[in-house]
């Protein structure tokens, strides 16, 4: 069974850090690539950041320069480390997997619980 688990969301003040981890369980399968997405009140989802497991990233307009995403292929893990919060990076961010069949299908998208951070101005 697939499972996504989160951590390190929080409270912090504008011009903080904070830093979120999300380890995926996910045998039979295997990671293509992994990511942050973010919801805020009354908006849709939306892209933070994404990793290949080749190590290949891309990155919301709006967190460039802010943002780091990295990842660990060995853990399953990927990290995102956030610098320079603002007030409008509130939201509860969601890690996302797309993993492949041991046959190299497409085996869907898979999503965690969510983490909150609440960014005080």
């Known amino acids: 069974q697939v499972q996504l688990a989160e951590s390190g969301g929080g409270v912090v003040q504008a011009g903080g850090s904070l830093r979120l981890s999300c380890e995926a369980s996910v045998r039979p399968f295997s990671i293509n690539s992994m990511g942050w997405y973010r919801q805020a009140p009354g908006k849709q989802r939306g892209l933070v950041a994404t990793i290949t497991s080749g190590g290949t990233t891309n990155y919301a307009d709006s967190v460039k320069g802010r943002f780091t995403i990295s990842g660990d292929n060995a853990k399953n893990t990927v990290y995102l480390q956030m610098n320079s919060l603002k007030p409008e990076d509130t939201a509860v961010y969601y890690c996302?997997?797309?993993?492949?069949?041991?046959?190299?299908?497409?085996?869907?998208?898979?999503w965690g619980q969510g983490t909150q951070v609440t960014v005080s101005s």
């Open positions: 996302n997997a797309r993993l492949v069949s041991p046959l190299g299908r497409n085996a869907g998208d898979y």
